[in-house]
C-alpha cells in the first residue's frame, strides 16, 4: 500500500500540480487575477503531495528491509522529532543482528503504535525507545513523559493495544503496558 500510494496518487498529484504550476505562471504574466488563486492550488497540491510521502513512508517503513531493525527506529524517531515537534530519540546498547523481517516488521510497527498513543493519547512531550539486551533476551522499551494511559485501557478496551499484543505473540514476545509514576 505504501509503494502504491507513493507510485500512484503521490506521482499523480504531482503530475497535477506541474499543470497548476504551468497554469499559474501564464495567468501571471497576463495579468490574470486567477494567478494568485492557481497559485495557491500549486501550493496545497504540493502540500498534500508531502503528507502522502510521509503516509507512504509510515505505511513501508524507511530502511526496515534494507538496513534492519535499528536503523529504522532511528529514521522513526527523527520523523517523529521532525513531524510532532517532540523530543524523540532512540539507542541501542549494542549492535543488533538482523532478526527475522516478518519479526523486525512487528517490532517496528509495535514501536510505531506505542509512539502513536504516546504522542495522540498521552500527550507526551519527550519519547524514548531503546533497545537492550538482558539475560540473552531482547528488550524494547518505548517511554514518554506525558499524562499516561488511561486505566480503561489498560484493562483493555483499546484496539491499538490488542493490536500491540497480538504482534508480541505472533514472534514469541510478551507486551507489558505499565503507567509509571510522574517524576
Aim: hydrophobic content about 45%; proline content about 3%; charged content about 20%.
Amino acid at each position: 500500500m505504501g509503494r502504491e500510494l507513493h507510485d500512484g496518487l503521490c506521482q499523480n498529484l504531482a503530475g497535477i500540480a506541474a499543470l497548476s504550476a504551468t497554469l499559474a505562471r501564464k495567468l501571471a504574466a497576463g495579468a490574470d487575477p486567477a494567478a494568485a488563486d492557481a497559485a495557491e492550488i500549486t501550493r496545497l497540491l504540493n502540500e498534500t503531495i508531502g503528507h502522502a510521502h510521509d503516509l507512504a513512508r509510515g505505511l513501508n517503513p524507511v530502511g526496515l528491509t534494507q538496513l534492519g531493525l535499528a536503523a529504522a527506529l532511528e529514521v522513526l524517531a527523527a520523523n517523529v522529532q521532525a513531524l510532532f515537534r517532540v523530543s524523540c530519540r532512540f539507542q541501542c546498547d549494542r549492535p543488533l543482528l538482523r532478526l527475522d523481517p516478518a519479526v523486525e516488521t512487528h517490532l517496528y510497527r509495535i514501536t510505531q503504535e506505542a509512539v502513536n498513543n504516546a504522542i495522540t493519547h498521552g500527550r507526551g512531550r519527550r519519547i524514548e525507545i531503546s533497545l537492550s539486551f538482558q539475560g540473552g533476551k531482547g528488550l524494547l522499551s518505548i517511554r514518554d513523559d506525558g499524562v499516561g494511559i488511561p486505566k480503561k485501557a489498560l484493562a483493555g478496551q483499546g484496539l491499538g493495544l490488542h493490536t500491540m499484543d497480538y504482534r508480541s505473540r505472533l514472534i514469541g514476545a510478551s507486551l507489558q503496558v505499565q503507567r509509571l509514576a510522574r517524576r
